[in-house]
């Protein structure tokens, strides 16, 4: 069974300071993807990942994969208010499989 | 609104009830996915539909549950005698099945409360 493993599980910050969440894996993924999700509604796809050593940007979000694909940092940049919410990473492990492999997610409040 | 619909978004039953829950998919999207998800968890991977054939169901997915995808369009989920464990935000997904449709795109849920 393939886990994904999130830290940290909450974090409370001040608004304008800059935070980074992580997610790893003791497999290799052939794809990871990066999910918000707000209360009572579903996630919302942030970005998706798939070469070892990527970085890709989305505004003041940066996503990076690690080299060997096993790990995935999010980092955020001056976090506002409307950052809130529940960061959660999904992996594709390979084969045939085409279900996502959910880590438990990284509940981010921030503070005015 | 071209995105993934779900209904109702929440039902309230009491046990041993049986309820069904529809998914609507990006209309050109030809794999959907359910997945559940419990309170202060990710959401778990419950079935997969290509075009009309179920191709993949979890251990999740207890015989009291079943898939269906008609015409491989929309998609229900019907739980049978429902338990008060299966409460849980039921969510469906779609993708696309070109350049290897990894992004999966998913509906605001079913909220299911099992008095």
């Known amino acids: 069974t393939q886990l994904l493993e999130q830290s940290p599980q909450f974090l409370s910050i001040q608004e304008g300071e800059n935070l980074t969440v992580y997610c790893n894996s003791s497999s290799v993924f052939s794809s990871l993807q990066w999910y918000r999700q707000e209360p009572g509604e579903g996630p919302v796809l942030l970005v998706t990942v798939v070469t070892g050593g990527e970085v890709k940007k989305l505004k003041r979000l940066t996503f990076q994969f690690g080299d060997a694909r096993k790990d995935s940092s999010l980092h955020i940049t001056a976090a506002q208010p409307g950052d809130t919410g529940l960061y959660l990473c999904a992996g594709v492990f390979g084969g045939s499989a085409r279900q996502l492999t959910f880590g438990s997610g990284t509940q981010l409040t921030v503070l005015p | ?115």
Request: glycine content about 10%; some cysteine.
């Open chain 2, 1 to 115: 609104d071209t995105g993934v619909s779900q209904d109702p978004r929440h039902k309230i039953t009491k046990r041993g009830q049986n309820v069904t829950f529809r998914c609507d998919p990006i209309s050109e999207h030809n794999r959907l996915y359910w997945y559940r998800q419990t309170l202060g968890q990710g959401p778990e991977f419950l079935t997969y539909f290509q075009n009309e054939a179920q191709l993949e169901k979890s251990r999740l997915l207890s015989d009291r549950f079943s898939a269906e995808r008609p015409k491989g369009s929309f998609s229900t989920l019907e739980i049978q005698r429902t338990e008060q464990g299966d409460s849980a935000m039921y969510l469906c997904a779609s993708s696309s099945g070109l350049a290897g449709g990894v992004e999966q795109f998913f509906g605001p849920g079913t909220r299911l409360t099992v008095l």
